[in-house]
């Protein structure tokens, strides 16, 4: 009998057919669930599935313990934060994710949200369209610095298109305490050192219980004034009240997120800000990155079922 595959990341294959053929070639038989998610719905359909390829949605314990052919779950991405990890080592079902091949994509849309909001280029652009022609006075973005929470992989990236800028970079990473060769000039320092020396400051952490709300009042209130929040890691580390209060209160000049804590952000007061830049969350969608990344999840079911060694097995 062959085997069965969901495939809920709606970005999966979208650039080309390799990665949907390599499935088919080995006789897998492929569904996609592409509509607005509801839970009910996928918890009943993924009992019947050996393998899923995942995107964004929550895949929790109700769901996995409902999974009973499941044998393994390919993030679509690197971010693990919406699968319940431990239900899944408990019921024995093997997660791998994409880490680092995205990371290009996502530092070149962080990079270029930074340079966004300095310059206000979307901001002014729309009103371009609008019929306006106004004088718009941004900041400069070289030689400025740049803090990065985080200094995993793309993190690093970003620091690279700092350095052509010729921004001075700080990180903070606690689990990184030296700088691989080609970085040296960033400096690690603590979390405060960045927060209060960064004229822009981007955040690169993963979501879980100790970044949720990371950037709030406390860290706003030590950030410069007339500094700059660039967050592509995941809503719910910048909690969005407090950066609200701070950008309206004139403290901080300016945001740029690829993430939300609800994503859309529909009712949003941020949305009304002419000095925050919201991205529908496509960091990670540049052709390149999503067609390597669709790649892996199929080499990974078809290695799984053929007994061979998989690439970023999380657990
Ligand atoms: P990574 O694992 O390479 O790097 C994350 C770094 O964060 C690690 O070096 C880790 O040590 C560090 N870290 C963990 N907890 C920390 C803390 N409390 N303070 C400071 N540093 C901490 O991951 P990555 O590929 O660089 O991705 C970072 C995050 O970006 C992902 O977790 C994901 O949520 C997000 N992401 C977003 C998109 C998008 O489309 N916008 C795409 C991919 C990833």
Redesign the pocket.
């Known amino acids: 009998m062959s085997k069965t595959v969901l495939i809920t990341s709606r970005s999966f294959g979208q650039v080309s057919e390799e990665p949907l053929n390599l499935l088919k070639k080995n006789n897998f038989e492929v569904n996609f669930y592409n509509q607005t998610y509801d839970e009910e719905k996928f918890i009943n359909m993924i009992r019947n599935y050996d393998a899923l390829i995942i995107g964004a949605h929550e895949f929790c314990r109700k769901a996995i313990e409902r999974a009973r052919r499941l044998k393994i779950v390919c993030k679509h ?3 693990l ?1 919406n699968i319940d990890l431990e239900a899944a080592r408990q019921h024995n079902i093997m997660v791998t994710n994409v ?2 091949t ?2 290009n994509a ?1 530092a070149d ?1 962080a990079f270029g949200l930074m340079l966004d909001i300095a310059r206000q280029i979307s901001y002014g652009a729309g009103r371009v369209k609008q019929g306006s022609w106004d004088r718009i006075i941004g900041t400069d973005v070289c030689n400025k610095t740049l803090g990065l ?7 690093r990236n970003v620091a690279k298109r700092a350095a052509g800028f010729g921004m001075n970079v700080l990180a ?5 305490n030296n700088l691989s060769d080609g970085f040296s000039y960033v400096k690690l320092v603590s ?1 405060e050192e960045v927060i209060m020396q960064a004229d822009f400051l981007s955040i ?4 879980n219980k ?2 949720r709300n ?1 950037i709030a009042q406390q860290q706003l209130d030590m950030m410069k004034k007339g500094s700059f929040i660039i967050n ?3 809503g719910g580390i910048v909690n969005e009240e407090d950066l609200y209060t701070y950008l309206t209160n004139g403290h901080l000049a300016g945001a740029g997120l ?2 939300t804590e609800k994503e859309p952000p529909t009712g949003s007061p941020l949305l009304k800000l002419h000095n925050v830049t919201i991205l529908p ?4 969608y540049s052709k390149e990155a999503i067609n390597a990344v669709s790649l892996i999840c199929a080499r990974n079911v078809v290695k799984m079922f053929n007994g061979e060694l998989l690439e970023n097995i999380v657990i």
């Open positions: 991405g690197a971010g934060d880490p680092a995205n990371s996502v849309i929470i985080g200094f995993g992989a793309i993190a903070y990473d606690p689990f990184v979390f690169h952490v993963p979501l100790n970044t990371l592509t890691s995941r690829d993430v969350h496509i960091g990670m």
